[in-house]
C-alpha cells in the first residue's frame, strides 16, 4: 500500500459531487472492511473469509478509506477493532458495480417503485452513497460509496476474488491521535476511480 500526508492529497481530492475514491493500479483496487479479531484473524492467516464470517448477510465494502474510520470509530467500536485492507479485482470491482441496485428508489433510474423494489430483492448487489467525512468524523459535500453484497457476489468476493488482505489495525491505531490535528496525519493514497455525477 501507498500512503501519503492527508494535507497534501486533499488539495487534489473534488470538495463535493459523488467519486469512487480508491487507491488502485490496473489490475486491482483495495477495499475496506472492519470486523471483530475472530474474523480478522481467519481471514488473514487463510487470505479468505470464513470461520466465524457469515455468507448468509449482507456484507459492506468500503474503497474509501476515511469512510471507514468513520464507520469504525477508527477501529474504535465494538466488533470493528480490526481494519482490513482487501485487494481485489479491477474487473470483478467493475463487475460489482455493473450489478449494483441503489438503496433508494429516489437516486435509482428506475421508472417505478415496483421495479426498483423488484431489482432491489434479486440482485446481489446494493450501491448506496453516503455524506463522505473528514478525518475528525466532520461530514463533508462530497459523497462516499459503499457497496453491499450477498449470495454469488458476496461467496466470489470471500473465496475467489481476493489477491490479498492486510491487516492495517496497527496503522489506523498509529495514525488515529492525529485524526483531529491533521498536520502529520498519513493516510493511504487515493484519487477518483470514477466520478458518478
Given amino acids: 500500500m501507498k500512503f501519503e500526508a492527508y494535507k497534501k492529497q486533499i488539495e487534489q481530492w473534488p470538495d463535493n459531487g459523488k467519486h469512487i475514491m480508491a487507491q ?10 472492519a470486523y ?13 473469509f470464513g470461520g466465524a464470517f457469515s455468507y448468509t448477510r449482507m456484507s459492506w465494502i468500503k474503497p474509501n478509506f476515511l469512510w471507514m474510520m468513520f464507520r469504525s470509530g477508527w477501529a474504535q467500536k465494538p466488533g470493528q477493532e ?17 450489478q449494483a441496485i441503489p438503496s433508494s428508489f429516489a437516486t435509482s433510474e428506475f421508472l417505478t417503485q415496483e ?3 423488484q431489482s432491489i430483492e434479486t ?22 460509496l459503499q457497496l453491499g453484497l450477498r449470495g454469488e457476489m458476496l461467496a466470489r468476493y ?3 476474488e481476493i489477491l490479498e488482505i492486510m491487516d492495517v489495525t496497527p496503522f489506523v491505531l498509529q495514525q488515529y491521535p492525529h485524526a483531529d490535528q491533521q498536520e502529520q496525519l498519513l493516510t493511504p493514497s487515493e484519487s477518483i476511480y470514477r466520478s458518478c455525477i
Fill in 24 to 33: 488502485f493500479d490496473e489490475d486491482s483496487i483495495i477495499v475496506y472492511q
Fill in 36 to 48: 471483530s479479531d475472530a474474523i480478522a484473524d481467519f481471514a488473514v492467516k487463510h487470505q479468505y
Fill in 82 to 98: 480490526r481494519v482490513l485492507a482487501i485487494r481485489i479485482r479491477r474487473s470483478f470491482f467493475d463487475e460489482i458495480l455493473a
Fill in 115 to 117: 421495479a426498483w423494489k
Fill in 123 to 144: 440482485s446481489d448487489v446494493r450501491l448506496q452513497w453516503d455524506p463522505d467525512h473528514d478525518p475528525a468524523g466532520n461530514c463533508v459535500s462530497r459523497r462516499a
Fill in 158 to 160: 470471500g473465496k475467489g
